[in-house]
């Protein structure tokens, strides 16, 4: 009877712990705007899920937006906290069996494959539309959002969409890969796709790592193929896969891959390089290694950034977090949570619910029956063993921002962090891709709180890993290649009880930064001078290049008629000034957000806009020491094709004295046409008078990851016109007219004194106009008297032949 008594003692002190637990949580039933919904049918085809569990696909930014997938579809706004219809597709559409095996959120768009077809609905508009380009049927799509910020970069990354064939052979599958949301797809193969062995378990875009991870399985393994340097080279370490396996890719661009099926589940935190089981504790004790181990039946799951829910078909509730070293699942207290219907969606840090729907037997509309789960409060029952958060605060400025690290850059971030008293707490910075940035971090104590508490302040620096110089080149990623990675601050040791405490994330964009420009220096202008008038180049200005000194077609061909090009003032402003007879270059200087940075000395390429092709450039390739044929505008525009003339960047641009160039340097006597850099190369102009439009690109592949290129005007002055005859017959026209001139003069004063040249000098006498100074007529070698006139009669005429020139006629005697 004793033994009775104690038995019976023992096992009330063993559920009486379990009586006095809180529940997990409180069902409540949405029930809201059926009103609306009276008389509605559903148009179109119904909607249904091809997988016998259901999923809930929640949108990452936009935190009320989520699809419902099991025999009905719902898409809510609300986070269902109102009445649904059911999900449907219009018949224009003409899906055929309106079956989905995929479905996900791409910016403001949600993207269904239906019947092995990809359909896009914008649901701000409310409009469908069938995508294009895809050839063959596919049955999963695949893609990712960035919440950061509305930057272009950050937009590439939520628009970038892949659709494949899942269980297809790899080596003869067909992928398509779209950069538009889904609206339009393109074939995609990767590099040795063909030699690889085994089916398609899924292709994937992991931006925290800047490489396409295309998952093989084959004879229960499977391992990620990547697509760029350095992990193109080897494979990741394979992994059990046992089922089919669904990915989940966690939000927040951190690489947390999320593997399960009802017997499995597994986690990897470098984008599937290293994926390992999922384990099952108590306390600080591993009860079991893996799901499959603990003999649990999976039914579904839900993660957002930091935090991971299990609802398994025993109604067991299962959680843990994605801290960066923790990996391990703890068993909350027994509820009757679960139904076929049933799903989790975390609405909130440490905020699960589980949410089930509920038809109407007199409206079309469903109802939501919803059991949220406090987290926090459930860890601090004191049956899980769970220890207290040994951190009070972890804060930093950078926390869910993004940040450009361009060439030759540097990032510094701070962070604060106090533990509690008599804890050692272990702050850990990582980064998602060390391939391509690395970091410096430095800790110290930085004064105490009120409480006595002492506060650590950390100092990251961030560098591109090239530039770090402690990583081996086989290690590192292409430097002209521009990639992303996400920065993690965490606690090492943290508890599964510090919910609130999230890890601190920044992304950080190792590319262009779009706040920096190029501008031209001008600090002697034209206008300056009083060479032009601004006044007059604001007022519809334009003037004419002549039809030989221009080609439209950049080729150095004369034109066929005049150019007449108005000069756009607001943009150019008033033109640079520069002496024809002198070798020049522009002086670039760089700027960002409005503040001087530097005055680049990086390897730039000039371009007239109109085609002008007087000047050259002092510079030849031997001059240059190219080791190699170095590239000019007419290479580079036959090779560019419909891309224009002006294609010369830093993509396409090859040294001539890089090594690696292969080019062998045929023509060293043509003109070398790059500026800056390692040599003194500078631009001649022809003697031509008039302005230039100059196009101007940064070439230098390691100068910025930026296209940095702009257009400025030049004022050429200093030139004489050219000469109508060539110089040899102008110099031989003036030297036979000074030789003839000195042999005048010396021959014209001999030849006065003979007959013949007095008989001259009388003629040009006698044709001259009458003058009272007219010098007296010769005559028989002697001077003829003058004759006074009378004071009547007519004056004397004028017999003779000649005219002394006074107003006075000469006569001869008889």
Known sequence: MLVVLLVAATTILRLCPLARAQPLCRIRTVRTGKVFYVGEQIQGGHLYFSSGTTRLVKHPCKKNIALYLGRQIFLTKDNFESSLLPFSIPTSMQVGIPEVTSAHFAGSVLLLVVNWNVYVYDYEANSWNASTGIEHPVSHISGDNCCYSENSFCMDISNSVFAYLHGDQISQTNIYFSNTRGYRFQKYAQERQAELVGSLGGIFYFHSLSQVGLLLVDQRKAMFSYSDHPLNHSFGLPFDYNGTLDTLIAPGQKGILIFWFEKSLLLSRNAGQLVNPVQVREGQHILYSSIFEANITIHSIAANENELAVLTRENNLYYGSLGILSSSLIKFADQNIWSEEAVLMFTDVGMLEILTPLPDMIFPAFDFQKCPVNIQAILMDSQLQVDVCQVELLQGEFENKMYTIDMNSELELTALMIPRPRTSAVPLVTVSNPHSLGLQAVIYEDGYTYDGNTKHRLNISLRQQHHWGRADPNFTSSIKRPTISTITLDIANKEISCVD???????????????????????????????????????????????????????????????????????????????????????????????FQEVVEAEYVLLEVNGLFTYTYSLTADMALCSSQPQNWTTIAEAAGDKGPFAWDRENYVSCHDPDNNAPLRWP??????????????????????????????????????HLETTFSVYVYGAFPLPVFPPEVTILLLTGATLLSVWLAYMTPKLLHTEQGLRVKGFWTWISPNSESRAPSLHSGGLAPKRRRGPKGPPPVARGPLDNGAGEGTANGP
């Open 501 to 595: 405490l999230k890890p601190l994330t920044a992304l950080i964009s190792v590319g262009c930064d779009l706040e920096k420009k190029i501008v031209i220096q001008n600090e002697i202008s034209a206008c300056y001078n009083g060479i032009l008038d601004p006044v007059a180049l604001q007022d519809n200005y334009s003037y004419i290049i002549e039809r030989d000194a221009y080609d439209p077609n950049f080729r150095g061909q004369k034109a066929m008629e005049d150019l007449e090009v108005p000069y756009h003032y607001e943009k150019l402003g008033c033109p640079l000034l520069v002496y024809y007879d002198t070798p020049w270059k522009p002086v670039v200087e760089l700027w960002r957000e409005g503040k």
């Open 669 to 706: 006597k043509v003109p070398y046409q790059i500026l800056g850099g390692p040599t003194e190369n500078k631009v001649v102009f022809d003697q031509r008078n008039g302005i230039y439009i100059f196009f101007i690109s940064i070439v230098d592949p390691y100068y910025s990851y930026c």
